[in-house]
């Protein structure tokens, strides 16, 4: 094989297996102490770049290769889904996987370099084994939709129930002090297109309680200006 003419691999997750090749029945126990050297993980939580990893590794001499077996300690950290803080998750996952010596397509793996580089193989089962939905605690009530406090460092938050807009526009009335009919119309209309209430709502709520004739008798000239005004308005559009 090609790679017999490598120089020793110097990747953290190899181990020389020299000593033990075509010798079955041999066995050997080793322990990695990796500084994790590439973050992986998946999208929400991972091992990061620096992470400290121990591994137990035993190695047995078989006659298709070497089966190596591994008890892996290390802390993925992430992020809860639910309210965004920074979660610790402590894995300790288990492999047993054959590294052949031939590189025979029946085999995932094999020897290379006289080494056996156990990086994909621990990578792959940490991955399987992180979630993919990390929580600080399974109970997590998350974030508050409205302004985003996270409820965990906030118990008995929450707001005064939201306005319907109908009734802000009739909150918005009652402030009108003594108004003349035609202020009160032109409230009516400003509210309308701030509120998106329909035409029909208008004429039969609000107009009605503002009727002219009903607040005021003595402003009725004004209130019917105010009409013919809109009748004019009407009328020069059309032509
Ligand atoms: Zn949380
Ligand atoms: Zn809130």
Redesign the pocket.
Known sequence: MVSRNLPPSTSPYAIPVFDLMHRPGEMREKVLDIVVPEAFGNAVIGVPLGAPMHVDVRLESLHDGILVSADIDVTAIGE?V????E?EQQLEVDLQELFAYSNDEAFDYEVENDSVDLEPVIRDAIVLALPFQP???EE?P?LCPQCGV?F?DDPGHGHEAAVDPRWAVLAGLEGLTAPSPSDAIRANATDLNATDLNATDLSATDLNATDPHAVNPDATASGADVVGADHHGATEEKR
């Open positions: 809860c639910r309210c965004l803080i979660v929580v600080c605690r997590c998350g996270r965990l």
